[in-house]
């Protein structure tokens, strides 16, 4: 693949310093598929470096009250914001995301990350017990575990690993970050701002590279006794592995095949537009987006109709287009994997309804070589059929009819995942009850992704391992330890 003229060079960031590496890998621009930027290889011995500042820096970061800590995530909140435009444009070309998400999701909420936990962490209070007839006080305390690896996936790349930075140091951890090889560059960007911030040299280190090296490498290291993860199953798998000899503390964060399921007396004006947004937003490629659509068979040739001329209204192409509502794919191989999926499910019988390979794709010249696809929905589906069991992460939904609550509930639970679900109905006792009863970390109802950062967020089954938000990432970030006093 030819190389764009002027290629962007990734350094390491280790204890306050930019750091070259021995060796890169290429990044690609999704939308040109043109190499763009080069992304240290880093191995164990710049995850050693990076360790070994973040363990120097711990006492000092550690020993800092919650306040003064909470002033310099402010500040780099602050920073971030006011460089908001240059994230976001970095974002669409690294990620391939539309500028307008980058803009409006993306930056804006790594923003509020770092707003969130400089004040969730002035709020925390331990807990305290009294034993009269022992003349005894019980009574608990929180510490900042120590060096925290963070490892992070490319869907929402700043978004997702600040979640993580946030929490980690606001707790008074030190931390070793490792972004994903593919979209590395606005974590290198946020970097340059730390110094400013008032963030200690060493306090957050970022070695770039691949997961298999630079990734296990940290996983593996035996000063790191936690590691915060979010990406695939499979990935997580291979991390708990290789964590278990250390017995260490893991968070993860990882796929789903998150069901919506639409009762006949959903208000339709409401759900399509949503529905439409939690299966397309950032082509697909958000965990928490809608890949199967169970609606109720009374509703279901109009839904599926008005679903489908909607769909056909999203605008695919350049990213950097404001008008454009769908952008790249993060890669090649990603987008050849989602649409073997759309081949799969016609080769079993389904209907295309629109999208990959039924409408054609106009692309302007530049773009021609980009990783596009257009939105696509798949009617008639088996629910054995990979497609509904398997994450495709791309834009692609599959709509399906049902007849009774208690059959959707079965169905909508039938697969190994457990992460998101939205129900859409105005009949409120049975929201409740299908709330309830739904295999999922989140239940949304008559809406999608309105999140309230204090409450838990993560999987079921094999969408993860513990949760995140104010009090659980409070919880995860630190160790407890319980005190008697006799007096
Ligand atoms: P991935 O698992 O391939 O990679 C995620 C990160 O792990 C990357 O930084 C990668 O370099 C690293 N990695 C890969 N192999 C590793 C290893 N052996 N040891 C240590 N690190 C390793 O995932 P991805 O393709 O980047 O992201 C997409 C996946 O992430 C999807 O499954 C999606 O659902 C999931 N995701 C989950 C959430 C959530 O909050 N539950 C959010 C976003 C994405």
Not at 126 to 141: F, I, K, L
Not at 215 to 230: K, M, N, R, Y
Request: glycine share 6%; net charge neutral; with cysteine.
């Amino acid at each position: 693949m030819a190389h764009s003229k002027a290629v962007l060079v990734l350094e390491n960031f280790i204890a306050g310093n930019f750091v070259p590496c021995s060796s890169y890998i290429d990044s690609y621009n999704p939308s040109t598929g043109d190499v763009y930027c080069r992304v240290p290889d880093s191995g164990k011995e710049e995850v050693e470096a990076a360790v070994k500042a973040a363990k120097n820096a711990f006492p000092i970061w550690s020993s800092k009250s919650p306040l003064e800590r909470s002033q310099i995530l402010n500040k780099l909140a602050d920073l971030i914001e006011h460089d908001l435009e240059a994230f976001a444009q970095a974002e669409s070309k690294d990620q391939g995301k539309t500028i307008t998400f980058a803009r409006t999701v993306d930056i804006p909420r790594a923003v509020y990350n770092f707003r969130f936990f400089a004040s969730s962490i002035l709020h925390h209070t331990t807990e305290c017990t009294e034993m009269a007839t022992m003349g005894c006080v019980h009574y608990t305390s929180r510490a900042p575990v120590g060096v925290a690896g963070l490892i992070s996936p490319w869907n929402l790349p700043l978004y997702l690993l600040t979640w993580k930075i946030a929490p980690a140091i606001a707790c008074g951890n030190t931390v070793v970050a490792k972004p994903s090889e593919m979209t590395s560059v606005t974590a290198w960007m946020m970097c340059k701002l730390l110094e400013k911030a008032g963030v200690p040299h060493g306090v957050v280190n970022v070695v770039f590279g691949m997961g298999t090296k630079a990734g296990e490498a940290l996983v593996c290291h035996p000063d790191v006794p936690l590691i915060s993860f979010t990406g695939s199953t499979l990935t997580a798998q291979r991390i708990t592995e290789k964590s278990a000899p250390h017995c260490k503390r893991l968070s993860l964060e990882l796929g789903g095949k998150n069901p919506a399921i639409i009762f006949d007396d959903a208000d339709l004006a409401q759900c399509i537009p949503t529905t439409l947004r939690s299966s397309f937003a950032n082509q697909g490629e958000i965990c928490l987006c809608t890949s199967r659509i169970f609606v109720q068979r009374g509703i279901y040739s109009e839904f599926l109709k008005r679903f489908v001329a909607e769909a056909k209204k999203w605008k695919v192409g350049n990213p950097s287009d404001p008008t454009v509502d769908v952008g790249a794919l993060i890669s090649k191989e990603h987008l050849e994997k989602v649409r073997s999926y759309v081949k799969k499910a016609q080769a079993e019988g389904a209907r295309v309804l629109c999208g990959e390979g039924v409408d054609s794709l106009a692309l302007p010249a530049g773009n021609r070589k980009g990783y596009f696809m257009l939105p696509t929905v798949i009617a008639e589906v088996k629910d054995e059929s990979c497609c509904m069991q398997e994450e495709i992460f791309g834009p692609v939904t599959c709509v399906v009819a049902f007849d009774t609550e208690e059959e959707v509930i079965e169905r909508a639970n039938s697969v190994k995942y457990g992460l998101a679900a939205t129900v859409w109905s105005s009949n409120v006792g049975r929201v409740h009850r299908v709330a309830k009863r739904l295999q999922s970390g989140l239940v949304w109802t008559n809406c999608w992704l309105v999140r309230d950062l204090n409450l838990p967020f993560g999987g079921m089954k094999a969408s993860g391992v513990g949760r995140e938000g104010a009090k659980d990432s409070y919880e995860f970030f630190t160790e407890v330890k319980t005190i008697t006093i006799k007096h």
